[in-house]
């Protein structure tokens, strides 16, 4: 008598519909996140003829990397962890001495206020991701320190504190109306003018 048999049989006649559930389902509740990238201010154009254009290049603070990394701050040498304080002295310097908050050395072959001074950043084409991003990390932190510096005296409290709160989402609306104001205040006081020059190449 022979037997009749065998494992029993599994339908699948079913499993195209589960798997096609299951996208919609993964698609529907996966978050993407973005990249906000990096807030950048290019220079403003180019003056008039007329104008000095030593006045105008004073008022430029140049920082190159090269393919080795190393750091050549206004054609000098400088190591990285002197770039920060070497670009608010630059920021704060208040040359033409009508930046009343500015606290800098008010030489006048630096930059004459914040709101003409350009930080310009240039690198080599080799230069390596992390050591462009340190650096640019710096430079911001410049500005942040400068913010947090004139926050503290007007408000009490660090820019970068009210910031953050401000552009949190799920801060209520009458105390991000409270902080716009303020937050644009301060980023006029240091305006954020980091140029990104074109990028060389070795030779």
Do not use: H
Request: charged share 30%.
């Amino acid at each position: 008598m022979s037997r009749r048999g065998g494992p029993p049989e599994v339908n699948a006649g079913s499993m195209a519909d589960i798997a096609f559930l299951l996208l919609i389902f993964f698609l529907v509740t996966t978050t993407i996140e973005t990249d906000a990238g990096l807030d950048r201010m290019l220079p403003p154009m180019d003056p008039p003829e007329d104008i000095d254009v030593v006045i105008k290049q004073k008022n430029i603070f140049t920082v190159n990397i090269n393919k080795s990394g190393q750091l050549l701050v206004e054609e000098e040498l400088t190591n990285l962890k002197d770039l920060r304080k070497k670009a608010m002295s630059f920021l704060d310097n208040g040359g033409d001495g009508t930046c009343n908050y500015c606290r800098g050395r008010k030489d006048a072959s630096s930059s004459d206020n914040p709101s003409k001074a350009i930080i310009s950043l240039k690198n080599d084409r080799e230069t390596k991701y992390a050591t462009y991003i340190t650096v640019q990390n710096e430079l911001v932190g410049a500005y942040n320190e400068l913010r947090n510096r004139e926050a503290q005296r007007l408000y009490g409290r660090d820019f970068t504190e009210m910031e953050a709160q401000y552009l949190n989402p799920e801060t209520a609306s009458s105390i991000r109306d409270d902080l716009k104001d303020k937050v644009q205040r301060i980023q006029e006081l240091f305006p954020q003018k980091l140029s990104e020059a074109e990028t060389s190449s070795s030779k």
